[in-house]
T-cell receptor
Framework: DQQVKQNSPSLSVQEGRISILNCDYT??????FLWYKKYPAEGPTFLIS?????DKNEDGRFTVFLNKSAKHLSLHIVPSQPGDSAVYFC????????????FGQGTRLTINP | DSGVTQTPKHLITATGQRVTLRCSPR?????VYWYQQSLDQGLQFLIQ???????AKGNILERFSAQQFPDLHSELNLSSLELGDSALYFC??????????????FGSGTQLSVL
């Protein structure tokens, strides 16, 4: 049962344009959401997060939007840069004793010059 | 550099064998997490240790076990290996024990190939 889904395995965007990565979840108990970025031969690195009490969080070029009623979140990157080419993982957590982090399958973002 | 060290980077072994993956967390971090990433799959949570004690368990097979030592490094033991165990195994660490809201720092992973 995939509780966190990233339905687009890959996305290609022109440099300077907006990149939008999407993520859907099924468990309404999730109360915290994160995005991690992964380069080849490296481990994932934390990018940005959002609590379920908010619907938007912004950090420089990165903005995460949360739509709780639709159980959907998205990551916007504006403007996209070549260094943004990586695999992006959406993750969600909920409190059940110790909190567990559930990851999506990842979306490979390619920024074309 | 995340500060999390995983060894070895690559491991090739045969079915039925047993291997040990090692992880040193960031200095000062008390929690260690193990994740498995199979082909085209997201990261699957296996297990978490906090200060030497098992804190949370995920989809970890009975053939797999882990422990965290007094110096806080952790080992993941995989036994009776099967072809399907081939995957990238990540270790992550965090300062506290609440793994969900905390920022996790990941190592670069151990690529296990079972032939």
């Amino acid at each position: 049962d995939q509780q966190v889904k990233q339905n687009s395995p890959s996305l290609s965007v022109q440099e300077g344009r907006i990149s939008i990565l999407n993520c859907d979840y099924t468990n309404s108990m999730f109360d915290y959401f994160l995005w991690y970025k992964k380069y080849p031969a490296e481990g994932p690195t934390f990018l940005i997060s959002i609590s379920s009490i908010k619907d938007k969080n912004e950090d420089g070029r990165f903005t995460v939007f949360l739509n709780k009623s639709a159980k959907h979140l998205s990551l916007h990157i504006v403007p996209s840069q070549p260094g943004d080419s990586a695999v992006y993982f959406c993750a969600a957590s909920y409190r059940q004793g110790a909190q567990k982090l559930v990851f999506g399958q990842g979306t490979r973002l390619t920024i074309n010059p | 550099d995340s500060g999390v060290t995983q060894t070895p980077k690559h491991l090739i072994t045969a079915t039925g064998q047993r291997v040990t993956l090692r992880c040193s967390p960031r200095s000062g971090d008390l929690s260690v997490y193990w994740y498995q990433q199979s082909l085209d799959q997201g990261l699957q949570f296996l297990i978490q240790y906090y200060n030497g004690e098992e804190r949370a368990k995920g989809n970890i097979l009975e053939r797999f076990s882990a422990q965290q030592f007094p110096d806080l490094h952790s080992e993941l033991n995989l036994s009776s290996l099967e072809l399907g165990d081939s995957a990238l195994y990540f270790c992550a660490s965090s300062a506290g024990r609440q793994g969900g809201n905390e920022k996790l720092f990941f190592g670069s992973g151990t690529q296990l190939s079972v032939l």
